[in-house]
């Protein structure tokens, strides 16, 4: 596919002449390199007349086990990230050598993306997390600052209720600063037990709570009366686990929720279940809904929001406003007055099919952006199948027509498997988008695949160890215990892999993308282990914990839909790059991103593959991304017309967003890369520091 062309290119050019990197910041301070998380930055010593001069400066790397996407922090030259085991390192930014490491001894796993940095006067901090753990670190020798919290950190646990202490949760995404507070969301589990997903703020000296809102509104707030009445003792979820981003003068932070759970049946959470789904826009100071948008109602298909919105000026009616671009899984963008929340361009109530599985209830309609158009496909039909070749071709057409297809929204049912497109993992992912504020454009890296899924009767699985394993691993691994990998390895003779030992060390801490399970006691564990090797089910009662919570329905299990040889069963692109200008709500270009290299030996070369983490914009008009999850490669786009100028092969899947930033006189770009999420998994990560010879 060719960019499409825009006359924006000889505007965009034009005003570039005046650009200079003097007295541009040199650091990336924030997450997502400023509050208003537009992952854009000034620096201009590379540019399109030297950007195919760009090697590699550094290489740190680590022998750990982890799903490394830190998008890390540089300040004064110094990098501040994580290890792949969750250990707090700093970098120096010229030379790629460690400084320091924080090692808080808690076995640390699963995604963690970034840090957060505060400083006022001679005060300085550095706020990182380890599993529910968050610590203030002194930033010059990475030592806990004791008086925060109990002896430098506090318990995110702690206030959520329901012997929180059993289930899981981590700060898988920093948190803002807003003045002398914190304000974090979390990530915890998608099936029972979980606990609701409150925002709130901590005091930055202190670690004491200032305030707290609500996601799962308890009696007499705002929202309550969409959920059952005792929802706010039970239910859990709708947490912003993607991270947050604020308007400072305004003092307004803003965070787009997940979905409750569980996730694919909600018989016994009836309701549009506000503020699950949902942008929220809230006083930073007091923790007050100003406004909000549920871009989900009753959200039975995983539909969370999946990235921060972005925060940037547009043109629109002949005015300026200070908007927001959201985007999502469904593959909508999202573009809202960020002072009231109003749409700038039309989303409507659209209705879609309604479920037939007894006891649940689906939304009669659902939010749709008309303008822009979606950036990823909405119904997957026949003729969309691959081509890739006459065998895969004949395959896919025979599985399709054992699917339910029928769009964004198709209710799974319990007879069939149903088509999920865009897929689980979008549509737009958690790397984020990147907005060039000055001329309303906005990058959207996005998939373009198919997944499948449906229901069965939580009854097709019992006895103890079936019991535990459909309510906690099944969701992941499927209930026939296969899985879809690599990102959802099979568990079928799992103990022929691991020892006894091995596996109960990943389910108390966790591994990569999965969760700990604190949850899980000593008899419930045993007979659970028992089920994993024998794949069969016992007499004995399931504990009643999870019997009681246990939905009438469960989910079959994450499956991308792939031909036989692996490959996107759908025709390409799999996965694409997009320009969009928000003063206008229209593309100005779509490029495939990325290749399979077995594919692209055979000529087939312009696919497009999955792709996890963000952009990087400058104001020299040049866009960074790595992100393909099989190419491992680097790129360097021209922002105004998609073409590529520069391409770098990485040690490993660069599937994080880069940060640029300058050090002893030259810019760097860095990116963490990692092999967990390769097609043949395994330990190896480390951070790449890029820069002009």
């Known amino acids: 596919m060719r960019p499409m062309k825009s006359m924006i290119v000889f505007a965009w050019t034009a005003a570039l002449v005046c650009c200079s990197a003097v007295g541009a910041d040199a650091d990336w301070a924030v997450y997502g390199g400023e509050a208003q998380g537009t992952r854009y930055s000034t620096l ?69 993306r970034g840090l957060t940095f505060w400083r006022k006067g001679n005060e300085r901090r550095l706020f990182a997390s380890v599993m529910n753990y968050l610590y203030a670190l002194d930033p010059a020798t990475g030592k806990a600052i004791e008086t925060f919290g109990d002896k430098g950190r506090i318990d995110l646990r702690t206030g959520l209720g329901r012997n929180a202490e059993r289930a899981f949760l981590s700060l898988t995404s920093p948190g803002v600063v807003y003045q002398d507070t914190l304000i974090v969301g979390f990530r915890t589990g998608e099936t029972v037990p979980a606990v609701p997903g409150d925002i709130r703020a901590f005091d930055v000296r202190t670690g004491k709570l200032r305030w707290t809102f609500h996601t799962i509104p308890h009696p007499g707030e705002f929202g309550y009366d969409t959920w059952p009445k005792d929802a706010w003792e039970r239910s859990g979820g709708a947490n912003v686990w993607s991270g947050l981003v604020l308007d400072e003068k305004r003092g307004i932070v803003y965070g787009a929720t997940g979905s409750a759970v569980n996730d694919f049946y909600g018989g016994d959470r009836l309701g549009d279940n506000l503020f699950a789904n949902t942008l929220l826009a809230l006083d930073a100071g007091t923790g007050k809904r100003l406004w909000h948008f549920q871009g989900v109602h009753h959200d039975v298909l995983d539909r969370d929001f999946p990235a921060p919105p972005v925060l940037l000026t547009v043109r629109h009616k002949g005015k300026k406003v200070d908007a927001l671009a959201q985007p999502s899984k469904q593959g909508f963008l999202f573009v809202l007055d960020r002072v009231t929340g109003q749409p700038l361009f039309p989303i409507e109530e659209h209705p879609y099919p309604q479920t037939d599985v007894p006891g649940e209830v689906t939304s009669a309609t659902q939010p749709r952006a008309l303008v822009p158009e979606p950036y990823a496909r909405q119904f997957l039909t026949e003729d969309m199948l691959t081509q890739r070749t006459p065998e895969a071709h004949e395959w896919a057409v025979k599985q399709f027509k054992q699917l339910v297809s029928n769009g964004p929204f198709m209710p799974f049912t319990t007879n069939k498997q149903t088509i999920v497109f865009p897929g689980y993992d979008g ?264 820069s002009l010879p």
């Open 44 to 112: 201009t010593q590379i540019d399109r007349s030297n950007v195919t001069k760009l090697q590699t400066a550094w290489t740190l790397t680590f022998d750990e086990n982890g799903a490394s996407q830190t998008h890390p922090l540089a300040i004064d030259g110094i990098v501040y990230a994580y290890t792949p085991l969750l250990k707090v390192i700093a970098i120096d930014g010229a030379t790629g050598k460690q400084r320091w490491q924080f090692d808080s001894g808690i076995p640390g796993s699963g995604p963690q």
């Open 427 to 690: 549509g737009a992912e958690w790397g984020g988008i990147a907005a060039d504020p000055k001329r309303g454009v906005v990058f959207i890296n996005a998939n373009d695949i198919a997944w499948t899924g449906g229901l069965i009767e939580s009854s097709a699985l019992n006895g103890a160890g079936a019991v535990v394993y459909r309510d906690q691993c099944s969701v992941c691994h499927g209930v026939d215990r296969s899985g879809s990998p690599p990102a959802f390895p099979s568990l079928v003779d799992v103990d022929k892999r691991l020892t006894r030992e091995q596996i109960i060390e990943v389910l108390r801490q966790g591994r990569g993308r999965m969760p700990a399970f604190p949850g899980i006691g000593q008899g419930e564990l045993s007979a659970l282990l028992s089920f994993l090797q024998t794949g069969k089910q016992d007499d004995r009662e399931p504990a009643s914990q999870s019997d009681s919570s246990s939905p009438r329905y469960v989910f079959t299990g994450y499956k991308r839909f792939l031909d036989p040889e692996g490959y996107p069963a759908v025709a390409p692109p799999w996965g694409t790059l997009n320009a969009i200008d928000l003063n206008t709500g229209k593309y100005l270009w779509k490029i495939p991103l990325g290749y399979y290299p077995d594919l692209a030996a055979k000529g087939q070369a312009n696919t497009g593959s999955e792709n996890y983490g963000g952009p990087l914009v400058t104001a020299n008009g040049l866009l960074f991304i790595a992100a393909t999850l099989h190419d491992k490669k680097m790129r360097a786009f021209d922002a105004a017309t998609g073409a590529l100028l520069w391409e770098h092969t990485l040690p490993f899947a660069g599937v994080a967003t880069p940060i640029t930033y300058m050090a002893g006189g030259k810019q760097y770009i860095v990116i963490a890369t990692t092999n967990a999420r390769g097609l043949k998994p395994g330990s190896g990560a480390a951070y790449v520091g890029i």
